[in-house]
């Protein structure tokens, strides 16, 4: 696919190269635009009507922004819980209550946890062997 005036843009803006098309510059090179986000990691901006509507961007990219919105839920609905975790830790610690102190640390390590995955993308355990 090559720049035809009006109908692919390219800017290198950031770490990586980011091209705009147009509708039916995407309807002609639809496949090329796959394998430019699939295998290059670019992002592709899709236009119509001379306004971005749309993106084709890598997996990876897509799987980092699921993680980040999952975790940002998991973190509000938690936030509560975890908070009253650590106030109760403050006090096992000042009052030398360290078997209570343990176990409240661990449930803080459980929540940090919880948090940290939520969202992940999940994937059969065959694909996870070498």
Do not use: N
Not at 114 to 126: D, H, K, L, M
């Amino acid at each position: 696919m090559r720049d035809e005036g009006r109908g692919t843009r390219e800017s290198g803006k950031g770490d990586r190269m980011k091209t705009i098309v147009t509708e039916p510059e995407a309807r002609r090179h639809l496949p090329a635009l796959i394998s430019r986000a699939a295998r290059r990691r670019e992002r592709v901006i899709l236009t119509f009507r001379g306004r971005p509507q749309a993106a084709l961007v890598p997996l990876s990219d897509l799987r980092a922004l699921e993680m980040f919105a999952g975790g940002q839920s998991a973190l509000s609905r938690e936030w509560p819980a975890f908070l009253a975790a650590m106030e109760a830790l403050q006090e096992a610690l000042h009052g030398d209550d360290r078997e209570r102190a343990k176990e409240l640390a661990e449930e803080i390590d459980d929540f940090l946890a919880a948090i940290a995955v939520a969202g992940e993308p999940t994937r059969p355990w065959e694909e996870t062997q070498p």
